[in-house]
C-alpha cells in the first residue's frame, strides 16, 4: 500500500496521462471533425473522411469520460471550482460535443445535399470547439482563476465568461486547436489516398507549423510578458489532510519556470512538443504516416506535460486569493479513496488500452472513394 503523499503523486501523473490519452485518441477524431469540410470537396469523398473515425469515436470519448470522473474522484475540489468558474465554457463543449452522435447517426440518413452540407458542419463545430475551449482553459489556469473558498470549502467564482477570452488564453487556446488539428490532419493522411491524403498532409502541415509558432509565443509571454506564476512560501505537509486554505502562496513573474531551474531534466518536455510537430510535419509530408502519427502524439504529451510540469504541484491557481490556490496536495480524496482507485485503475486502464487497439487494428487499412460507392448503404 503506497503511503499518503506517493498516492497524491501517482494521482497528478495518472490524471496527466488521462489527459493525454484524451488529447491523442479523441483528439485525432476531433481533428478529422475539423478538416471534413476542407479536405472532402464532395459527398463521396466527405464520406471517406467520416468513415476513417466512424467505427471508433465513440470508443474514445471512454478517454474524455474517465478523464473526467478521474479529477471528479481524485481531486474533488478542483472538479467542483472548475465547473462552477468554467460553467459557461463547460456548457459550449457540451453543446459543441452534441453534434458529433446526431451528425454521425443522422448525415446519411437522407441524401439531400442540404441535409449532409448542414450535419458536415455539425461534425466541425463539434470537431474544433472543445479543442479551442480547452485551450483556453490551460491558459487561464496559466494565469489563476478568479475564485475564493469560504470558511466551510464552498467555492466562489468571481470573474465572467468573457473574461475567459483574454488574448493568453486564446493563445493557449490556439496552440491546442492547432495541435489537434494536426494530429487529425495526419491520422488523416494514414487513412486516405489521392486528393484526399494530399489535402490532409497540407493541412497537417500547416497546423504543425503554427502548433510550434503558438507555443514558443505562449512559452516567451509566459517568461516575459509579465505573467505571474504561482510559489507556495510556508511550510508544507504532504502528508496532511487536505486543506487548501493552510498554506501561504506568493506571486511572481518567474514562479513558472522555478520547476525547470530545479529540475533541468524536464526541459525534454517543450523540447519534444517542437520537435514532435516538427517531426511529423516531415514525416507526413514524405507520406510515413504512422511514424508521422508516433510523432504526433508525443508532440501532444510534451506540449500537455510542459504546462503540467510548469505548474507542478498547483492544479488551479487563484488569482484573488493566492493562499486558496489548490495544488496536488491540499485538493485529493482521502489516502483510501486514492488507494481503491488507483487498483481499480491498475485493473481497466489496460483492457481500454487492449480493446482500443484491438479495434483500430480489425478496422485498419485505407478507406478508398471506390469502396464508399460500392457501399452505398453503409451507417456513414
Known amino acids: 500500500m503506497f503511503d499518503y503523499p506517493t498516492l497524491k503523486i501517482i494521482w497528478w501523473v495518472l490524471v496527466g496521462v488521462l489527459l493525454v490519452?484524451?488529447?491523442i485518441m479523441d483528439g485525432h477524431d476531433m481533428g478529422v471533425g475539423t478538416l471534413?469540410?476542407?479536405?472532402?470537396?464532395?459527398?463521396?469523398?466527405?464520406?471517406?473522411?467520416?468513415?476513417?473515425?466512424?467505427?471508433?469515436?465513440?470508443?474514445?470519448?471512454?478517454?474524455?469520460?474517465?478523464?473526467?470522473?478521474?479529477?471528479?474522484?481524485?481531486?474533488?475540489?478542483?472538479?467542483?471550482?472548475?465547473?462552477?468558474?468554467f460553467y459557461w465554457a463547460m456548457l459550449a463543449v457540451l453543446w459543441a460535443l452534441f453534434f458529433r452522435p446526431v451528425g454521425f447517426d443522422y448525415r446519411s440518413k437522407i441524401a439531400h445535399p442540404a441535409w449532409r452540407r448542414t450535419w458536415d458542419w455539425g461534425l466541425f463545430v463539434g470537431g474544433a470547439v472543445p479543442p479551442l475551449i480547452f485551450g483556453v482553459a490551460f491558459g487561464n489556469l496559466l494565469q489563476g482563476v478568479p475564485f475564493h473558498f469560504d470558511r466551510f470549502l464552498v467555492p466562489t467564482y468571481t470573474g465572467s465568461f468573457w473574461?475567459?477570452?483574454?488574448?493568453?488564453?486564446?493563445?493557449?487556446?490556439?496552440?491546442?486547436?492547432?495541435?489537434?488539428?494536426?494530429?487529425?490532419?495526419?491520422?488523416?493522411?494514414?487513412?486516405?489516398?489521392?486528393?484526399?491524403?494530399?489535402?490532409?498532409?497540407k493541412a497537417a502541415v500547416g497546423a504543425a507549423v503554427l502548433t510550434v509558432v503558438g507555443f514558443v509565443a505562449a512559452g516567451a509571454w509566459l517568461r516575459?510578458?509579465?505573467?505571474?506564476?504561482?510559489?507556495?512560501?510556508?511550510?508544507?505537509?504532504?502528508?496532511?489532510?487536505?486543506?487548501?486554505?493552510a498554506k501561504t502562496v506568493l506571486r511572481d513573474a518567474g514562479a513558472w519556470w522555478i520547476n525547470y531551474e530545479r529540475q533541468?531534466?524536464?526541459?525534454?518536455?517543450p523540447a519534444l512538443g517542437i520537435a514532435g510537430a516538427l517531426a511529423a510535419a516531415a514525416l507526413v509530408a514524405a507520406r510515413r504516416t504512422l511514424t508521422a502519427f508516433v510523432a504526433s502524439s508525443l508532440a501532444l504529451a510534451g506540449v500537455i506535460g510542459?504546462?503540467?510540469?510548469?505548474?507542478?504541484?498547483?492544479?488551479?491557481?487563484?488569482?484573488?486569493?493566492?493562499?486558496?490556490?489548490?495544488?496536488?496536495?491540499?485538493?485529493?480524496?482521502?489516502?483510501?479513496?486514492?488507494?481503491?482507485?488507483?487498483?481499480?485503475?491498475l485493473i481497466f486502464m489496460p483492457l481500454i488500452v487492449f480493446y482500443t487497439?484491438?479495434?483500430?487494428?480489425?478496422?485498419?487499412?485505407?478507406?478508398?472513394?471506390e469502396q464508399i460507392r460500392a457501399n452505398t448503404h453503409s451507417a456513414y
Do not use: C
Open 36 to 85: 471534413l469540410p476542407f479536405v472532402g470537396k464532395g459527398d463521396d469523398e466527405r464520406r471517406v473522411v467520416i468513415n476513417t473515425v466512424g467505427p471508433h469515436w465513440d470508443g474514445n470519448q471512454v478517454w474524455f469520460i474517465t478523464g473526467g470522473g478521474a479529477i471528479f474522484a481524485a481531486w474533488p475540489l478542483v472538479y467542483a471550482s472548475a465547473f462552477s468558474g
Open 264 to 269: 533541468p531534466a524536464i526541459w525534454v518536455l
Open 21 to 23: 490519452g484524451f488529447a
Open 306 to 345: 510542459t504546462a503540467g510540469a510548469a505548474m507542478f504541484p498547483f492544479v488551479m491557481p487563484s488569482s484573488t486569493t493566492p493562499s486558496a490556490s489548490l495544488t496536488v496536495w491540499d485538493s485529493v480524496s482521502s489516502h483510501l479513496t486514492l488507494s481503491l482507485m488507483f487498483w481499480a485503475t
Open 224 to 245: 516575459w510578458g509579465g505573467i505571474e506564476g504561482y510559489a507556495i512560501s510556508s511550510a508544507l505537509d504532504p502528508a496532511a489532510l487536505p486543506d487548501p486554505l
Open 163 to 201: 473574461q475567459l477570452l483574454n488574448p493568453f488564453a486564446l493563445l493557449a487556446g490556439g496552440v491546442s486547436s492547432a495541435m489537434i488539428t494536426m494530429h487529425g490532419g495526419v491520422y488523416l493522411a494514414h487513412r486516405t489516398e489521392g486528393a484526399i491524403q494530399a489535402r490532409a498532409v
Open 357 to 369: 487497439g484491438w479495434a483500430y487494428r480489425v478496422m485498419r487499412g485505407k478507406v478508398t472513394v
